[in-house]
């Protein structure tokens, strides 16, 4: 019974060490979570409108090639989609300073999300894009590419017209 103290000690360690292991696992590299404000774009219009967002971008002094990257968002059911080509953004130019260390966060930047609802069926779409960026790293090794997800939710709606005259043509009818 002496040694039970030693082994339980050095079984809640080691369960201490995976659980924190674990959980920087998940949260992926440094940064990535706070690198885009807000974190999640949320557009609600109708059918034909083009709409706007702003989001705020943070990178490290050092970032280059600065990309976005759509992808479709589905509805709820999967049964319709929002193309990727409706989503676009505006980003700025980045120029690397290589005086600053990597680590250092200096550049703030803002980009405009458009979302065009010409031929989005009516519905609520999610998804995200990607913001994705170079980071060189040390002296002799390959850069490092940065993917940044931004989280999508679209909600397109009919104009207020047709459902207008759908309800009066009911009324009339009935």
Do not use: C
């Not at 050095?10 to 292991?21: E, K, M």
């Not at 002799?140 to 207008?164: C, F, Y």
């Amino acid at each position: 019974m002496v040694w039970a103290a030693p082994l339980v000690f050095a079984l809640v360690a080691a369960l201490f060490l995976a659980s924190a292991a674990a959980v920087q696992a998940q949260a992926g590299p440094a940064g990535i979570a706070q690198a885009l404000t807000p974190s999640q774009v949320v557009v609600a219009g109708a059918i034909g409108d083009v709409e706007h967002r702003t989001v705020v971008l943070r990178l490290p002094s050092t970032a280059t090639n600065l990309r976005f990257m759509a992808q479709d968002l589905t509805s709820a059911a999967g049964d319709s989609v929002l193309p990727a080509s409706a989503i676009s953004a505006t980003l700025p130019f980045l120029m690397a300073s290589a005086a600053a260390p990597t680590d250092t966060i200096t550049n703030l930047l803002t980009f405009t999300v458009t979302v065009d609802m010409a031929q989005a069926p009516a519905g609520s779409f999610t998804g995200q894009a990607l913001v994705l960026y170079m980071n060189p790293a040390a002296a002799g090794l390959p850069a490092q590419q940065v993917e940044a997800p931004l989280a999508l939710s679209v909600s397109a709606k009919h104009p207020w017209p047709l459902p207008a005259f759908v309800l009066i043509g009911g009324v009339l009818l009935g």
